[in-house]
């Protein structure tokens, strides 16, 4: 089969780490790039890690980001099903075909002498291997124990001379002694497959071409070449990429919330800054620009740019590109994103929350930023006058108050209350006064929100309080510094 197919084969454990979902990325594009097919297979088949509900969450993550699969359990295809739990009747069969080629065989030894010869190991200082006790048992044996009904598994043939060689797209060719390959379990004794073998069989089975996976399953990689050489079958491109650490000594942790993409939702991420950032984690443009589209990625992506060194997740950059999708949003698109955390501290049904959204949005880095911004709007939170003292502003509580009690008559003449108009006031009593701005305006922004920080200044607050409520503040604050 010429034509691309990559396939992307989560196991559904309950979230989606982003190192899945940059895994999920980097085959989709590869597909792509390169008009193949994407598919997606489910391998659910580690019940004891299986959770109820997570393959829905795989669905709506890749589908939320854009990653839609041309094949997969819920739209079907030629090469169904798409489930490795549905798949299991298949795999005994093929693990039989190598025992007839000689390639496997029938491994009859039970828990007891395997864990015993373990043990004997681990003390020896040797890293505990099968001692290929049943490598060599005459057929005439092997029939004789089936037919007891002797619990078996099926181990694969490992040469024990020579060497294996495999190539990888980053780390080129790698060769291992055959001596320190295990024989490994291929059918286990239940009947069902294990992971590895498995995964080589289904990957044929679907004309998977390339194989995208996380450089732990490097050192597996000479077994599954002896698999495929021993089926006759084409060996995929494998492209195996490093881990996303948290820094360069730990992981990423579920329980600082920064290792799912459900966790970066949750933070006030936008889908496409934490898609472009995860592309960005272990692969480099050829450019200097860093903000990139999937489309972009796909125009852009080439293996070559991936790195074998592990990428360091930096929440700073990340939250820097976030804020660039911001501010290409337009108005309407962020005032309808903002409200839902606009709402969370601003209950008032009058509240003009498309003004409110303009003065957020040039200082809106993550969603989850707004509703400590705009928390003084319903109620007056209680502060410490100390904030009247601004260095830069030149105020004091002294002059602070002496501002208060002229801002608090212009503001009660104005009749209507609009922005120009209170902009208008404001500026000719500053005019008058012959103070420069800070001198009126800082006390004001205090008074009105009792916070340092605020989107919009004293007179956009005003616009947003209403005159009742506005001059209620202003009073409150001269009361508070008399």
């Given at each position: 089969m ?14 989606m ?8 990325l ?18 659910d ?34 090469v ?25 065989y ?40 089936l ?15 020579g060497?294996?060689t495999?190539h ?47 450089n ?65 984690l ?11 589209s ?38 309407e ?68 108050l002496a ?8 503001l ?34 205090v ?13 956009e607050?005003c ?20």
């Open positions: 010429n034509k691309v197919r990559t396939r992307f084969a989560p196991s559904p454990t309950g979230y780490h982003i190192g899945n979902l940059r895994t999920a980097f085959t989709y594009i590869i597909a792509k790039k390169n008009g193949g097919d994407f598919i997606l297979r489910i391998e088949t580690d019940r004891e890690r299986y959770v109820e509900g997570a393959t829905q969450v795989i669905y709506d993550t890749l589908r939320e980001c854009g990653l839609n699969w041309d094949e997969g359990p819920d739209i079907g295809g030629p169904g099903p798409y489930i490795q739990s549905e798949r299991m009747g298949m795999f005994k069969q093929y693990a039989e075909q190598l025992v007839e080629k000689g390639e496997a029938y491994c009859f030894c039970d828990k007891e002498r395997l864990d015993e010869l373990k043990a004997v190991q681990e003390a020896s200082g040797v890293t505990p291997m099968y001692d290929r006790h049943c490598r060599n048992l005459s057929k005439e044996e092997v029939e004789q124990k037919k007891e009904g002797i619990p078996y598994v099926i181990r694969q043939k490992v040469p024990l001379e060497t294996t495999f990888d797209e980053l780390y080129g060719d790698i060769t291992v002694e055959n001596s320190t390959l295990d024989d490994q379990i291929l059918i286990k004794t239940d009947g069902l497959p294990t992971y590895n073998f498995a995964n080589v069989v289904d990957d044929h089975l679907m004309g998977i071409t390339h194989v995208v996976r996380g732990e399953y490097l050192s597996s990689a000479p077994k599954y070449n002896l698999l495929y050489k021993a089926f006759g079958w084409e060996v995929p491109i494998y492209i195996h990429v490093e881990h996303i650490m948290k820094d360069k000594q730990h992981k990423l942790s579920k329980r600082d919330g920064d290792a799912s993409y459900q966790d970066l939702m949750k933070k006030g991420y936008l889908k496409d800054a934490v898609l472009n950032y995860i592309a960005l272990g692969w480099a443009p050829k450019g200097e620009n860093e903000i990139f999937l489309d972009d990625l796909i125009e852009e992506f080439d293996i070559s740019g991936i790195s074998k060194s592990p990428a360091i997740f930096d929440p700073a950059k990340l939250k820097a590109i976030n804020a660039v999708y911001i501010k290409k949003m337009s108005d698109e962020f005032a309808h994103a903002a409200e839902p955390y606009i709402r969370q501290t601003v209950k008032k049904e009058d509240a003009d929350i498309a003004f409110i959204a303009s003065l957020l949005k040039p200082r809106t880095e993550i969603f989850t930023d707004i509703p400590e911004q705009v928390d003084f709007i319903d109620s007056l939170p209680d502060y410490d006058t100390s904030l009247y003292c601004h260095k830069k502003m030149k105020t004091n509580e002294e002059n602070s501002s208060l009690k002229e801002i608090l008559p212009v009660e003449g104005v009749d209507d209350w609009t922005e120009e108009n209170i902009h208008e006031a404001l500026f000719e009593l500053i005019a008058k006064l012959g103070v420069k701005n800070g001198i009126v305006l800082w006390p004001l922004r008074a009105l929100s009792g916070k340092s920080f605020t989107p919009g200044g004293g007179i607050i616009r947003i309080l209403g005159k009742e409520e506005s001059l209620a503040r202003v009073r409150e604050g001269i009361a508070k510094l008399s």
